[in-house]
């Protein structure tokens, strides 16, 4: 990852930076929890295991939060597994009517000419759970979704 040309959390932080502090953030297998401390914003930072007493040891698919209490939920580079659409669906839980779905992977997820999914038809599956498509940046893979 160090020698990627952008680190996509380091696109969610600006993402962030450029909208009110005041915007409540779940960040969907967090790791290192970079975002929460990298951003004013309130972020509830989510990971399976972890050492830092900031981030709330759970399954992402069954989270402590709220329903419709989030203002921006974050999938980065944690989309993981076969079990990623209760990830989706939880995110779709907590987040209020227009809230923000955040998905930064690695542009070889999304690319099926490396093996990757097609990212139509990922787009598709998650307008499917209550998301409207907003943008799509493939450049670095970062999708941006409105629940709707
Ligand atoms: C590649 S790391 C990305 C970390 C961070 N979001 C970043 O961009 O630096 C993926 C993280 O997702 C977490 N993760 C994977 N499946 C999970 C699950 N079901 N529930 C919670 N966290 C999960 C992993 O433990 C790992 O920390």
Request: with cysteine; aromatic share 8%; proline share 6%.
């Amino acid at each position: 990852m160090s020698h990627w040309p952008e680190q996509p959390i380091n696109i969610i932080i600006k993402w962030l930076k450029d909208r009110s502090p005041s915007l409540l953030v779940a960040d969907f297998g967090c790791g290192d929890a970079r975002l929460a401390r990298n951003v004013k914003n309130k972020v509830f930072s989510f990971d399976l295991v972890s050492n830092d007493p900031s981030v709330i040891a759970c399954d992402m698919s069954n989270t402590p939060l709220d329903s419709l209490s989030i203002d921006v939920a974050v999938f980065c580079l944690s989309l993981m597994g076969t079990n990623f659409p209760s990830y989706l669906q939880e995110a779709h839980r907590v987040l209020k009517p227009s809230g923000w779905l955040l998905i930064a992977e690695v542009k070889s997820r999304f690319d099926p000419n490396t093996g990757g999914a097609d990212p139509d038809t990922v787009s598709k599956a998650i307008c499917e759970l209550g998301f409207t498509s907003v943008s799509k940046v493939y450049s670095c893979s970062l999708m941006l979704y409105l629940n709707t």
